[in-house]
């Protein structure tokens, strides 16, 4: 049988934004994908290298205003990484044209409308479309994502979170009460300049925002975690402004259903339920996650402890909020849904320091 080696071509709108940024740094070192077309809004008619100009010289491109049409002529798949709201009209659009579909937005990733409603309010999106759509968590629903054609890639907090407690919750270890305390790096919040991100604003010191259920994230941590768990989970999420620009660490307590079971069996559980996967290491027993570990790559590190004191168990995630959390899970996802190897274009270690 001869390896196919044409290449895909592959449109990116809401390129001049972090998370488009980060899809074309990707794409670049990707051995099959070719960009056929740079989208944004206001950016529209610039070249690429002077809007980020750590593109000068490698790509060598101007992004256009987006047009449908245009786009599906162009490109068999697309990246939509604009802002929630926008992204569901660019999305439908592409979908109803035949292209294959990765949204990073949150416009498709709640399985029920009125939940979504109840979170983000505005335009209804239509059933059909959100029905079409896999939850693009590959280590869950690898499955579903084989040959689909509407991905909605998860959010970068609930990526953290459910890769850390999951398994626990789906093997009956812990309670369905979590508590989730994660911190983010500023670049999670995107490229829009808004002040309490500006640099003396963020830079040392470090607070909690969106507390106590504010977060819309906390929706998707309820829906995947009581679909893992097999009975409703309602998560506690506590996220925090970390004086970074990227990387999520997140602290995931639960309450053990055995106060007597040793760390060894979450940590064998974890390790169990994520053998043979190319992005997750379960860290060895006493090494602990740290963002700058996974910086600029797709990669999770994990581990996981026990306070018999408390009465409690803490399993920890490190991922890169830009990679894992947006860009690499979304090329993922596309690799698995066109039946490349999942791990092309995405087997780069971390920038480290
Ligand atoms: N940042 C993260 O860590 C992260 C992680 C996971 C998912 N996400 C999600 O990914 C999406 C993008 O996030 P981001 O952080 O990259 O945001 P961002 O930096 O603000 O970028 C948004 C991009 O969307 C473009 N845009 C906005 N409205 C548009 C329209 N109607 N037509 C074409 N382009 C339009 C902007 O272009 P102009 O600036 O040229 O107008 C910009 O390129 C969001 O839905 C976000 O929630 C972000």
Redesign the pocket.
Known sequence: MTQETTTIPIAV????????AELLRLLLGHPRAAIAGI??????GQPLAQVLPHFAGRLERT?ES?DAAAVAERARVAFS????G??VQ?VSALAERGVTVLD???DLRLRDPEVHASWYGGVPVSLPLRQRAVYGLPELYRRELAGAKLVA?P??YPTGAILAIAPLLAAGLVQPDIIVDAKSGV??????LTADHLYPEVTEGIRAYKVAGAHRHTAEMDQELSLAAGQRVHVMFTPHLAPMSRGILSCVYATPRNPDLAAGAYHEALRERWKGEPFITVLPPGQLPDTSHVRGSNRVHLSVAVDPRARRVLAISAID??GK??AGQAIQCMNIALGLPETAGLDGVAAFP
Not at 187 to 192: M, R
């Open positions: 709108v809401g390129a001049s934004g972090y998370v488009g989208y944004a809004r206001s950016s529209a992004i987006f990484a604009l802002p929630h926008e992204s660019v990073l937005s949150a890639v959010g970068c670049s999670g919040a995107g490229h829009a909020n830009m959390g947006a």
